[in-house]
Structure formats: C-alpha cells, structure tokens
C-alpha cells in the first residue's frame, strides 16, 4: 500500500544506491528518492509505503501519478503527496520573543558539549578539538554569521527573523540530546517542559 509521495521527487527511473532496516535508498543521475517505512514518515523525496518488504525491493519507477516497485504498480492522488513548502510566519509578538529566548535557554542546559549549541553560547566553541571539530564548528558559525548578518554572534534567539519557519503554529517539538524540550511560543508566560523521558504526540 502506498501512504505518501513526496513533491519534490522526479519522475524517471532509479537504481538501488542503499539498504537499511526502515529505507531503501534510491538515485536516479543527481537524484535521490527513499522508499521508507511508516516509523520514517513522510517527506519531500520519501515514498512511504505499507506492506511492502523493503529487503527485497530492487527497481523503482516513478510516473506523473504512478509509483512501481519492482513492476508492482501504485496509483496516488494529490492526497497522498506529501507538501513541503513552508508558510510564512505571523508577525512576532513580543511574548513570542520572549518566549523564543526562554527556548534559547532551554537549548544550551540540555544540549550536549558538541552540539550547535556553541551558536548560543559562544563559550561552547571550547568543547570542540582543535583541528578539524575546531574548524568545521567555526564554518558552521561563518554560514550563520552570512545568513543572519544582523544577529551577531553568539545568537539571541530573539534577534532571528521570524520568517524561518512556521515554528509558532503549534508547539515547538524537537530533541536536544537526550533531553526533549517543548515550549509554547505563544504563552504568557512560555510554558516549557524538559525531561529526559518527555513524549510528544
């Protein structure tokens, strides 16, 4: 059964490139397309199916509104393509900024030493080994100092434009090492919960 198709895949045809326990990795000239189990989820160059055995898959081929594996054929609709296209973000209220600091806060007690963390606390560019972990964290910093020329460094959350992402539209979900924060941009004040064994639906 075919749950997901994602809308950046191109049609054509694709040869194995890797195999694991959960996704086939697929690529077809500067191509890459997954076919992937439930547990991966949905995404813009996944195909997400069920009951398939994804040890056995060999060949895929990809169609206007057509996906075959190994000759088996799936038909899907604009309901199962997966969008990937990001809306724009509301204006910032100032409870969002702060709230958006108190996340800031939240990321560099619980993040791990090694972590991008160091983009927040610059104090944590110590955790990297000179050499190449030095260099490639002090690249990192370079790319974010070009893509966000006015926040300077080490970042304030709240000094991040606001049209990265949708992340106010519902509650921020995400895993900072072991520790899983969710805050609530949009609270007064921000309601956050960190703890190491927190679930999110």
Known sequence: MLLSVGDRIEEGTYEV???FKRAVN?????????VVSESIGAGP????????????????????????????????GNSEVYDSSVPAAPPATETFRANLEVLGGALVECASPKSLAFLLDGGRLANFRPGFERAVAIHIRSAVEQLFPDSGLPLRCASLPTHVGPSRYARLRFQVSECYVAV????????MISSPVFWLP
């Open 17 to 19: 490139h890797s195999r």
């Open 26 to 34: 697929f690529t077809g000239g500067h191509r890459l397309v997954s």
């Open 184 to 191: 609530d941009l949009d609270s007064r004040p921000a309601a």
């Open 45 to 76: 160059v996944n195909i997400v199916v069920k009951g398939v055995d994804l040890r056995r898959i060999r060949a895929l081929r990809v169609g206007q509104h057509t996906i075959s594996v190994d000759g088996r054929r799936f038909e899907f």
